[in-house]
């Protein structure tokens, strides 16, 4: 058993644990994680009061690591080798995630796609249209949140091309939302895509995780592409989002006239967004972005933070990206969600 997963699993139920406690946890070779002494050695004062409160805390992990193994749900965490290289460059990335499916961010560059729930039908056509040539040309993986619209036409597109679209859920894994979903997702995890979450996994949604699972989806992806955003929408937010953590973005222009969509003009007009008229420009997009944060590419992105972020002490453990971890951890990671419970 993992007792460090074990440890970070109780996050969710109230542990905390300090800046020194998670570099003292990462530090620790993945061996020395199969003995609990070995990770509670690591804690510091008001980390070892909640254990002495929590006796049976392994035992509860257990259990959860169990459902989780049922339904094919598998937990990652600041430092595995299958914690997303992208996430690393964010302000506040997130400490811990699961996933059912493949970990499509290590094999192939991502575009993250967000848009209306409600788009317009010249959005939907210009989608048809140009997203399945975009595809065909870059075989690039599409990263969205699953709503409805935009989100579920970018993961069907993708779909239809046989490309791997990974699904960023506000909820638990096992209580998707949107409900009444199940072909999608179902779907996605046949086709070596991925449902993504960093919540418990029966988690309900909640409305404050849309922000949070924004920032995922933008930190996942090399760019962004917003298809279609109103000023002071979720979509638009996003944009915003995916500026501060340092990704490009890309939307369409609309007509002056619309009723919708006039996000996109704004991002144009301040210099935010890139304009894309077609599969072509889209493409040219990418390919100045690609692989910078997802992919096999990424890894070149990650030396730089490991050379500014270098932890000392012995490395090891967290299957070779301790030092990228460290620098995470050193940027004052925090859990989004650390006062809710199973």
């Known amino acids: 058993m993992d007792y460090r997963l074990a440890l970070l699993l109780h996050i969710y139920r109230g542990l905390k ?4 406690d998670l570099m003292a946890l990462m530090r620790l070779e993945d061996l020395a994680c199969n003995e609990p002494l070995n990770v509670l050695h690591c804690l510091g004062q008001e980390a070892r009061l909640y ?7 392994w035992r509860h992990s257990s259990e959860v690591l169990q459902r989780s193994q049922e339904r094919r749900i598998r937990w990652s965490y600041v430092g595995q080798s299958d914690y997303p290289r992208g996430w690393y460059s964010l302000r506040h990335p997130p400490l811990l995630f699961n996933y059912q499916g493949q970990p499509v961010w290590m094999e192939r560059p991502l575009l993250a796609i967000v848009g209306s729930r409600t788009p317009m039908n010249d959005t939907c ?18 990263v969205s949140g699953g709503a409805r619209g935009v989100d579920q036409w970018a993961h069907r597109l993708a779909l239809g091309e046989r ?7 506000p909820s638990g894994i096992a209580n998707p939302y949107p409900p009444g979903r199940e072909d999608l997702w179902e779907a996605i995890t046949l086709q070596d895509g991925c449902l ?3 919540y418990p996994i029966h988690e309900p949604m909640r409305k404050h995780a849309f922000l949070q699972r924004n ?38 222009p609309v007509s002056v006239n619309s009723m919708q969509g006039l996000g996109n003009l704004e991002l144009i007009a301040s210099g935010g967004a890139t304009m894309i008229r077609d599969a072509l420009d889209l493409s040219a997009f990418f390919q100045r972005h690609r692989g910078l944060h997802s992919g096999p590419r990424a890894a070149q992105s990650v030396q730089s933070h490991q050379q500014e972020d270098q932890v000392d002490g012995p490395q090891g453990g967290a299957s070779g990206d301790i030092a990228a971890a460290g620098g995470a951890l050193r940027r004052h990671i925090t859990d989004p969600i650390g006062d809710q419970h199973h």
């Open 196 to 198: 993504l979450s960093t």
């Open 163 to 169: 490309l791997p679209t990974v699904c960023v859920l």
């Open 215 to 252: 920032r995922w989806i933008a930190g996942l992806a090399d760019a962004t592409f917003v298809a279609e955003a109103n000023r002071r929408s979720g979509s638009y937010l996003t944009a915003r989002l995916a500026a501060e953590e340092g990704r490009e973005i890309a939307t369409l």
């Open 51 to 57: 254990i002495e409160r929590t006796p049976d805390w």
């Open 17 to 20: 644990l300090s800046p020194p």
């Open 125 to 142: 056509l210009w989608l048809q249209r140009e997203l399945p040539r975009f595809l065909q040309d870059n075989q690039v993986g599409i």
